[in-house]
């Protein structure tokens, strides 16, 4: 058996509780780790509140539901068909979708697929590590997407948040020119992280950003909904990447006009993207990314984590610690 943060009735943060669950066993071409540390993100409220019922009930999995969708440890157990470099007793991190047969990452132990792990960054804490894989996939997956060449101008929102934070490093690591929004108690973190100019958050963002962009940037990141606030900041015929949250797993299409091509974040689809994964892991190794952590929980605290996320103003993620 193994200790997890289940939900067995959805509802607000209350409805999570410390469950024992049986620890899963590792399939011959998987890997099994012992999780120290996971982070708490806003796509765990969705399945905590019932909002991926339908996608819950048609698959595999059966309550208590386990949310969670980034985690690290140690290698606990390989299968004898698995295609993998890491041995037992490695330290890693790992991407996690709580909707496939394995739940998610709110758990003592996890079996997933090699391409969902990879090393820790060197002296890295098992909470730092964790707040890498999701996030920064996420990230990675929102300028993939934009495929700007060097040079561009990128606006980015949420700037001061956990996936704002890696994209404007990683914009920056592709050699892009980066606006971030930030309010005025981030502006010294947003710029450390390497955006090239700042402006005020909240309403009139796009306005702002048009007084050093008058001709408008290429393309933004858009991490906290701003939607066509932050379109308007984008010139003619440019890109917008939305990050969104799921309703029911499906992403809703956004059309802005102007000619601005929207598309939306989803990162599931770099789940089993290890090259993506491990680049990230080379980055932070370079010190070209800031692993942020806000505050950590013991697992048994995941509702008041959950009510802390939910509050906002978090700054870097919330960890779950699992001892």
């Known amino acids: ?16 509780a410390l469950v024992e669950v049986p620890r899963p066993r590792t399939g011959p071409t998987q890997i099994r780790i012992r999780v120290y540390a996971a982070t708490v993100n806003p796509g765990d409220f969705v399945l ?7 996608v819950l009930t048609a698959g595999p999995l059966t309550p208590p539901y386990i949310p969670g969708m980034e985690a690290a440890g140690v290698v606990d157990e390989i299968g004898a068909e698995a295609t993998t470099d890491l041995r037992v007793g490695d330290n890693v991190m790992a991407i996690v979708m709580p909707i496939d047969a394995t739940g998610g990452g709110y758990a003592e132990y996890l079996v997933l697929d090699p391409d969902q792990v990879t090393r820790m960054p060197v002296g890295a804490s098992f909470a730092e ?3 890498l894989p999701m996030s920064g996939l996420t990230a990675r997956r929102a300028l993939d997407l934009l495929a700007l060449d060097a040079g561009a101008s ?5 700037a001061a948040g956990a996936v704002g934070g890696y994209v404007v490093q990683l914009a920056k690591a592709d050699g892009l020119c980066v606006i971030a929004d930030a309010a005025p108690a981030d502006e010294t973190l947003v710029a450390s992280l390497g955006a090239d100019q700042t402006v005020a958050r909240g309403p009139g963002v796009g306005q702002r950003i048009r007084q050093w962009w008058p ?8 991490t906290v909904s701003r939607g066509e606030e932050i379109a308007s900041a984008v010139r003619d015929g440019g890109q917008v990447a939305v990050v969104p ?15 601005i091509t929207v598309s939306q974040v989803w990162v599931p ?15 932070a190794d370079k010190g070209q990314l800031l692993l942020r952590v806000a505050q950590t929980y013991p697992a ?4 008041q984590a959950h009510r802390a996320l939910a509050a906002g103003g978090v700054r870097g993620r919330l960890v779950l610690v699992f001892d």
């Open 154 to 158: 990128v606006a980015v929102t949420g």
């Open 269 to 283: 689809e770099y789940t089993h993207a290890h090259d993506k994964l491990d680049a990230l892991r080379v980055l």
């Open 215 to 222: 001709d408008g940037v290429d393309a933004a990141v858009d």
């Open 48 to 54: 905590r509140n019932g909002e991926l019922d339908e």
């Open 1 to 16: 058996m193994m200790r997890a943060v289940g939900v067995t009735r959805y509802g607000g943060p209350e409805v999570l």
């Open 129 to 131: 590590a964790a707040t």
């Open 300 to 303: 048994a605290e995941a509702a």
């Open 245 to 259: 949250v799921p309703h029911n797993g499906v992403l809703v299409p956004i059309d802005v006009g102007r000619g």
